[in-house]
């Protein structure tokens, strides 16, 4: 019994130019120990270290590729042909000459190389804000060539926020943040793609500004937006980059969906309104966002290189003035309502509503409700009118009406000295349901001249004032 | 110390040919010339072959087996050699990538053309001299005039 086997031009050296091999043999693993025992330089052309065929190596009997037969144990009969076959492959970098030069220094490591630059490149990574935590996140994820960034912020840059946010500079100060991480990161590195989302990320866009990226970065500085933003990267099954910030402490985690667990599992309910202070009451050292922002670039990088070991399922804890790290271990909640067995959130809610920025429904005392155009005919009038705003700070950030004063529902009892007893107060919320309570508790403390602005700012938006941003 | 490698007229005509039809997918083809016998290789034909990359052509190629080794039956009847094949980086660099070394071959020649906007431009040869080596330039002439050839610009002849 005798079969043929056809050599391949690249490999005819190793036979001394013969291009057919006969040699008695039933299958093919046979045919080829007796090839290899003739011309032993093959062996490692043709088969690997496991003693299996390589693959850039095809071989066919009777027009039959192996792989789809049996294998090395594949019969061949009398007089049948053993063809081997190289692999002929190969493909573009997406990486230019100029670019290879820039991340010489990414090439060198072993871990990353051309292929994971590449990697890199395809990659893309949505940061939801561009302040604190998103500043230096948004440049070293530039720096290191990521090839997509997407930003979603709605803020401008104010005086006060250069004293940390250092992606932008004064000659920004008043303009949209989102113009000015573009032009700073466009400088930085030219060779990536920046896209502006100038949205407020909401329940009915999250999902639609969320799904076209690999990896998604919280920076954002409220407690809303961070269930939002779980809950999105949930469903839509994206890892999501979690950093949170608190005067000189900082926490870092990766909240991947299936592999780990969620905000949720970690913070089942947010903190009642105003216990938690934002930067803006509470203060932060400058520097302490740009240790976390940078740890969650970091985590971003090895999530697209596919190399290291990620923080899902870890907590990282930061204590600045300590200069010390802890790691907690994280795990998921079976009874998580995300995440968890009995799986209640099946969709996005209304994350105001469920910080208990919106909770109760206790109905105003009769006749201390005012619509927006009584509100606005009495301003115009002049008269001394109090305008009392108890909503979140962040929520103040979005839109306000000029002349408000805004004392946050949950600290007015502590506050009510602030107010001018003698005048009339106005009290308005997002809605017109938070400020039913507070005026309420105003009228219960004696302020009788109180009245509950019917609608809320959105009417307010809706009807006096469509320039505000509502939300 | 690159070696050289000429190329006939109607063989770079060929692959500019070649790379364009192919365009924006990558192209790819067989590099036919007598046995070099330990001189210089000279490719006298270049057989179009398609790109057998289903998945992602705009950046990957690859010869199926059976054009393999229709190729090489054919180099056999003519009495040349199979010498290498090129392929095309649309809107790329002529320049080899990891993959394109990952499935090198001692012995066979990679022809690489730059194809910007439909349009053959840059071209280069590279070859490996060991298994585990890295590539090493390969300096393309005209053959007849011994002129150096980096661009296939305005040689379709279409």
Not at chain 1, 3 to 16: F, N
Not at chain 1, 160 to 188: C, E, F, V, Y
Not at chain 1, 210 to 236: I, M, P, Q, S
Request: glycine share 12%; proline share 7%.
């Amino acid at each position: 019994m005798s079969v043929q086997i056809r050599i391949p031009t690249p490999l005819r050296r190793h036979t001394g130019d013969q291009v057919h091999v006969e040699v008695p043999a039933g299958t093919v693993g046979e045919a080829f120990d007796l090839l290899f025992e003739r011309h032993p330089g093959l062996k490692p052309q043709i088969l690997g270290e496991d003693g299996r065929v390589r693959g850039f190596v095809n071989v066919f009997v009777a027009g039959e590729d192996i792989r789809f037969l049996e294998g090395l144990k594949t019969a061949v009969a009398d007089g049948e042909q053993i063809a081997i076959v190289p692999a002929i492959a190969g493909g573009a970098s997406s990486l230019s000459r100029e670019e290879v030069l820039r991340y010489s220094r990414h090439l060198l490591l072993p871990e990353v190389g051309l292929s994971g630059q590449e990697k890199l490149k395809k990659g893309s990574v949505l940061l939801v804000g561009t302040g604190g935590l998103g500043s230096p996140a948004a440049l070293y994820l530039a720096a290191a060539g990521v090839g997509r960034i997407g930003l979603v912020d709605f803020d401008v840059v104010d005086e006060s926020n250069l004293q940390r946010q250092i992606l932008h500079d004064t000659r920004w100060i008043g303009k949209p943040k989102l113009d000015s991480a573009a032009d700073r990161l466009k400088a930085l590195n030219p060779y990536i793609e920046i896209e502006l989302h100038h949205h407020r990320l909401a329940s009915a866009n999250a999902l639609g500004i969320l799904e076209g990226y690999d990896v998604v970065l919280d920076g954002t500085d409220n407690f809303a937006t961070r269930y939002l933003t779980n809950d999105a990267c949930f469903f839509l099954k994206k890892p999501n980059v979690y950093g949170s910030i608190f005067r000189f402490e900082g926490q870092v985690s990766v909240f991947w969906p299936e592999k780990g667990p969620c905000y949720r599992c970690l913070y089942p309910e947010p903190p009642p309104p105003g216990l938690v202070p934002s930067c803006a009451e509470g203060g932060v050292l400058g520097v302490l966002p740009g240790v976390i922002g940078s740890l969650q670039a970091t985590e971003a990088i090895k999530i697209l290189l596919g190399v290291g070991r990620s923080l899902s399922g870890r907590l990282v804890l930061y204590d600045a003035l300590d200069l010390s790290f802890r790691e907690l271990r994280l795990r998921r909640d079976p009874a998580c309502p995300l995440c968890g067995e009995n799986r209640t959130v099946t969709g996005l809610v209304d994350y105001e509503e469920f910080c208990g920025l919106g909770r109760g429904e206790e109905a105003a005392p009769p006749g201390s409700e005012i619509s927006v155009f009584d509100l606005k005919e009495w301003l115009d009038r002049g008269d001394a009118v109090q305008l009392l705003d108890v909503r979140e700070p962040h929520e103040a950030d979005i839109c306000a009406i000029e002349g408000a004063r805004l004392i946050p529902l949950a600290t007015l009892p502590e506050r009510l000295h602030e107010l001018d007893q003698s005048a009339t107060i106005v009290v308005h919320c997002k809605s017109g349901v938070r400020s039913a309570r507070a005026v309420h508790l105003l009228r219960q403390a004696g302020l009788a001249r109180t009245y509950n602005l019917e609608g809320g700012i959105l009417a307010w938006a809706r009807e006096i004032d469509p320039s505000l941003v509502s939300y | 110390m690159a070696s050289t490698t000429t190329f006939d007229p109607g063989a770079l005509a060929a692959i500019a040919a070649g790379a364009a039809a192919a365009y924006p997918h990558e192209g790819c083809g067989a590099l036919l010339g007598p046995n070099p016998g330990g001189g210089t290789r000279r490719v006298t034909q270049t057989i179009p072959l398609p790109n057998g990359e289903t998945g992602r052509p705009r950046d990957r190629f690859e010869v199926a087996p059976r054009d393999y080794l229709a190729v090489e039956d054919e180099a056999d009847r003519q009495g040349l050699s199979l010498l290498g094949f090129w392929h095309s980086h649309p809107d790329g660099e002529a320049r080899p990538s990891t993959t394109d070394r990952a499935y090198a071959w001692e012995g066979l020649l990679t022809v690489i053309v730059a194809v910007e906007n439909g349009s053959p431009r840059d071209v280069g040869a590279w070859e490996i001299l060991a298994a585990d080596a890295p590539f090493t330039d390969v300096a393309m002439e005209l053959q007849g005039t011994g002129s150096p050839v980096s661009s296939l610009a305005g040689r379709s002849g279409a």
